[in-house]
């Protein structure tokens, strides 16, 4: 649910032309956003039985970054702690997005969980997967959707030069 949102909110962005519009289906992105590596990393845990490291507490611990930052992405305009300035680039449509300090926090924490949840994956799977056909197929998926997050993030996020062009947000 949460790449799919993302993915709507990412399109209706790119499509409006109103930056107010823009600015709220970004904003709305977000409850994707941070919810996907966190979602992946909980995945991870329970695809390979190792459940009992998620205890509420634990899971409670997990949603600290990702819910701050939705917070922080509804009332970024009063801090600028996730985006510092918010403009329409008029040539292309999109918009810029200038990054304050939490949105580092916030990639850092996205990051982290991704690899934490593929090694995880990657590391249990020979106790949850024994047919080698399966196996090709799950470390395919496991590959394909980290590089479609991680690496489509940095190609979107890197995409102009001399300044950061966001059309999706991670």
Known sequence: FGVAF????????????DPEAK??????SYL??????????????????HDRWLSRPILA????VPVATVIL???????????????????TGTMVYGHGWWFWVAVGYSYAAMVAGTAV?????????????VVV????????VVLVVVVGGDVDRLGAVGEVVVARHQ
């Open 32 to 49: 994707g956003v941070c919810s996907v590596p966190t979602l992946w990393l909980i995945f991870a845990m329970q695809y390979v039985h």
């Open 23 to 28: 600015l709220l289906a970004a904003k709305l």
């Open 121 to 133: 994956v990657l590391t249990g799977i020979d106790v949850v997967v024994l047919v080698v056909g």
């Open 137 to 144: 197929v799950v470390l395919a998926t496991v590959v394909v």
């Open 6 to 17: 993302w993915a709507v909110m990412a399109g209706l962005e790119a499509g409006l032309s």
């Open 61 to 64: 611990l997990l949603a600290v």
């Open 73 to 91: 992405v509804f009332t970024t305009e009063t801090h600028g702690l996730v985006w510092s300035s918010m403009t329409l680039n008029e040539e």
